[in-house]
Each structure stands twice: as structure tokens, then as C-alpha cells.
């Protein structure tokens, strides 16, 4: 399903808000979608643009599911799924993201947003970026993007990602950043797959979809994208960038980045653009939904693995849920430590019965408070390199420590109760049935 026919689903749904008056891309319009979070948002009419914007377009894993027509609980072996059987999308001549084809491209035109005071400029934070490699293929990822000219941005590009090996090997790496694509392809250019894996295979086994050679490269690009940005990154040329609202809400650092020189703009006849709130519900989706099945696949390896949330107010990656069903008696730290193995980036890993709902902070604070002993249920991981996402981490080394907490029951339980007693179930109707 197309961005398209996703959005007239979501419209018909009675579930896309539609705002009609003139809205600035300088704050304004990143401020009206946090406002309205987690609705899809279509503004029709962005002050510095002649393009629409749409915003918050899958903010919670209902909208996910919704999307690809599975129920919630679905979605990780879908990916794992996705994973394991990845398949070339088809190939096409002809494709609706060059309808439009600016050879002199202007940036400026673009309704790119300027989300925050005290950002370095505005920030593509919502497209794919597709680079290949002579003997790797192609490699598709999320790199933030601020606009410093009307040709150029300065790239964020994060150490040890397959793209920083592109880049690191060549040189300079052409580029396609295609912003306004599906939800299958955005969750699979979130996925952190082995160097050599295209990721639009994956995108392609969780729904075919078809791609076409880029105007000024050799890259396969997705057809239905609504905008494409082509040009070159450079190793050795380097810009400011940031500062930067980051997934965790607070502003990330500057840094000294490779620079991105922009050839052509190619896009939709009445293209949309999408944006990406940066510490938004939609961004920590991303990021975090698709680390799930990793853990997922490393716990299942060790013990009975159930679910797995990376939760929002764990920034959807400094935190993991993982629920278990409990055999032995060490199977809560084995769960803990394989956790770490499926996502590095994790500080806090917590540990549940099948009896506490994963979605639930209350549930899951309520086996921390009946069930967890600090002495015997606490695991220290170590101080070891995370998340250069986390506030609170060594500046520069991004050294922290990470813990796991084994929240569930003892399997001998010394007599003592550890569910909870469940209410007698009545039939309200009868006893509030005809209430005015």
C-alpha cells in the first residue's frame, strides 16, 4: 500500500486531521503536530512552501498493525519474517517520484522544517537514505540532515553504521534521500540488518512495492516516493551540525559531519512531504519497534520469550521490556543478559512474568514493587559503551552503566502469594441497566 492509498485508508477512517490555514515551517508546524500527537496530521498549506506537509503518520503500533493488517501481537515475528525471507522489489521504468525533475535544485523551496529554538537550521529527520557500495549493494538508513545552503547539508553519520563504512571505504558516496514513502519502508530503513542486506528487500517482503533506477545514479529508488534528493556525500568535507532535538527530547551536540552536495530534486506533480517530528511518538517508533525482534530472536535462543516492548518512556531505546515464560530459576538473568546481546544501545532491561502486560507501566512498576530484591534480582551488566543518544552518558567515550532487573515471581514461592487476586466479574447491566 502506497503512502497514498495509506493516507485515504486513515482519511475514510475518520482518523487524519486535515488543517487548512497558512502554517509556518519555522516552528510552528513542528509545534502543531506535537500538539496533535498521535493523529495524523495534513497541513494544506505551508507559508514558505507550495507543497502540503503531512505529520505523525504511524505514532503507535495499532497504526503499524493497522497498516500492514495484522494485530499488534503480530508484528514482531512479521518482522523477523520480513527479515529472514527479504526479496527484491520489482523493477519499473516509470515512476510517479519523477514526474518532476529539477536539475538546479533549491532546497529553500522545500517545506524542510525548523522544529525547535536553538536548532542549527532546518532538518530533514524523515528520509531514507540510499547508498550503494561496489561490493555491498545497496544500504538504506535514517540520517538526520540540516540545510546550510540551497545546495547543501551537513549529514549526520553515526560510526560503525553500514553507511559510515560506505563512506569510510570510498570516500564520497552518491546518495538518494527519499522522504514521503510507506510504512513498510520506513520501519525497514530503521532495521539494523548485517552490511550487504538491502533493506528495500525487507520492506519488500513485509508488501511489494516497485523501485526505479535514480535520475543522476545507478541506485533503485522506491517509484511512489514522494520526494527524491540526490547528490553526493563527502568524507572529507565537513560542516557544523546540530544542535538538535534527538530522540530522547533533549538537544543533541554539535559536531564537525560530512557534507552532502545536492544534484537534482525529484518529486511527485502534487508531491507531499513528510514530517518527522525528532523526539516525537512516530520518531521513537521507529527507532524502537525495530529492535524488538532483534532481542526478541536472542532471549528466544535462551529461554521462552513472549513479547518484547521498547518503550516510550524508556525514549524507545534506552529501555526494553521483555516478558518470559519462567522455567527455571535463572531464567530471568539469562533473559536479561541475551536482551543486551539483541540491543547494545539498551541501559535498563526489565524482566516480567506472562502475567504483566508489557504495555502497562503500572503493571510493570507493580512486579518491580512485589517482586524484585535488589540484592538477588539486580544485574549489572557493566559500564561499557551505549547510546550517544543518552544525555547522562560519558561525554565523548558515551561510556554508561547497564542493569537488568529480574521482576519475575521465584518459581518456589515459600508459601508466599505473587499474582494478583482477580475481582468476581458481574453483569453491569443488570445491576445499572435503564440509568437515565
Given at each position: 500500500m502506497s503512502l497514498r492509498a495509506y493516507l485515504n485508508k486513515i482519511r475514510q477512517?475518520?482518523?487524519?486531521?486535515?488543517?487548512?490555514?497558512?502554517?509556518?515551517?519555522?516552528?510552528?508546524l513542528a509545534g502543531l503536530l506535537k500538539a496533535l500527537e498521535p493523529s495524523p496530521v495534513l497541513c494544506s498549506e505551508v507559508i514558505e512552501s507550495p507543497f502540503p506537509v503531512i505529520g505523525n503518520l504511524v505514532c503507535t503500533k495499532e497504526t503499524f498493525a493497522d497498516y500492514l493488517g495484522i494485530p499488534v501481537q503480530a508484528i514482531i515475528p512479521t518482522l523477523i519474517q520480513a527479515i529472514e525471507a527479504h526479496s527484491p522489489p520489482r523493477v519499473t521504468t516509470a515512476a510517479p517520484c519523477q514526474e518532476v525533475i529539477h536539475e538546479n535544485p533549491d532546497?529553500?523551496?522545500?517545506?524542510?522544517?525548523?522544529?525547535?529554538?536553538?536548532?542549527?537550521?532546518?532538518?530533514?529527520?524523515?528520509?531514507?537514505?540510499?547508498a550503494g557500495h561496489p561490493h555491498y549493494g545497496q544500504n538504506m538508513d535514517f540520517h538526520r540532515c540540516m540545510q546550510f545552503s540551497k545546495t547543501e547539508m551537513a549529514v549526520r553519520v553515526v560510526k560503525g553504521r553500514n553507511f559510515d563504512a560506505f563512506l569510510q571505504d570510498l570516500g564520497q558516496v552518491d546518495v538518494a534521500i527519499c522522504v514521503g514513502v510507506s510504512p513498510n519502508i520506513l520501519i525497514a530503513g530503521a532495521t539494523s540488518v548485517e552490511i550487504g542486506l538491502n533493506e528495500l528487500e525487507i520492506a519488500n517482503a513485509l508488501q511489494p512495492f516497485e523501485v526505479v533506477k535514480a535520475h543522476t545514479s545507478d541506485l533503485l529508488i522506491p517509484a511512489d516516493a514522494e520526494f527524491v534528493i540526490e547528490g553526493t556525500v563527502y568524507r572529507d568535507r565537513?560542516?557544523?551540525?546540530?544542535?538538535?532535538?534527538?530522540?530522547?527530547?533533549?538537544?543533541?551536540?554539535?559536531?564537525?559531519?560530512?557534507?552532502?552536495?545536492?544534484?537534482?530534486?525529484?518529486?511527485?506533480?502534487?508531491?507531499?512531504?513528510?514530517?518527522?517530528l525528532p523526539g516525537g511518538l512516530e520518531h521513537k517508533l521507529l527507532m524502537g519497534m525495530p529492535r524488538e525482534p532483534t532481542i526478541f530472536r536472542e532471549v528466544s535462543q535462551v529461554v521462552q520469550c513472549l513479547d518484547v516492548n521498547i518503550n516510550p518512556g524508556g525514549c524507545s531505546w534506552l529501555h526494553a521490556i521483555v516478558q518470559i515464560r519462567k522455567v527455571n530459576p535463572d531464567d530471568g538473568r539469562k533473559a536479561i543478559e541475551a536482551a543486551h546481546?539483541?540491543?547494545?544501545?539498551?541501559?535498563?532491561?526489565?524482566?516480567?512474568?506472562?502475567?504483566?502486560?508489557?504495555?502497562?507501566?503500572?503493571?510493570?512498576?507493580?512486579?518491580?514493587?512485589?517482586?524484585?530484591?535488589?540484592?538477588?534480582?539486580?544485574?549489572?551488566l557493566g559500564r561499557e559503551r551505549g547510546s550517544s543518544l543518552d544525555p547522562s552518558a560519558q561525554p565523548g567515550t558515551y561510556e554508561t552503566c547497564k542493569v537488568g532487573f529480574d521482576l519475575t515471581a521465584p518459581l518456589d514461592s515459600g508459601g508466599k502469594p505473587f499474582a494478583k487476586v482477580p475481582f468476581p466479574q458481574v453483569d453491569l447491566e443488570q445491576y445499572l441497566g435503564g440509568r437515565e
Open positions: 477512517q475518520g482518523g487524519l486531521i486535515e488543517i487548512q490555514k497558512p502554517i509556518s515551517k519555522h516552528l510552528a532546497l529553500d523551496q522545500l517545506p524542510i522544517p525548523f522544529h525547535c529554538e536553538g536548532d542549527g537550521g532546518n532538518y530533514i529527520s524523515s528520509g531514507v537514505m540510499i565537513r560542516h557544523e551540525e546540530g544542535p538538535f532535538v534527538d530522540l530522547t527530547e533533549t538537544q543533541d551536540v554539535v559536531r564537525q559531519e560530512p557534507v552532502l552536495v545536492v544534484k537534482c530534486i525529484t518529486h511527485r506533480h502534487d508531491a507531499l512531504w513528510h514530517a518527522l546481546r539483541g540491543h547494545s544501545s539498551c541501559k535498563h532491561i526489565f524482566v516480567v512474568d506472562e502475567d504483566i502486560d508489557i504495555y502497562d507501566p503500572l503493571s510493570v512498576e507493580w512486579a518491580m514493587a512485589t517482586r524484585f530484591q535488589a540484592d538477588r534480582d539486580l544485574v549489572i
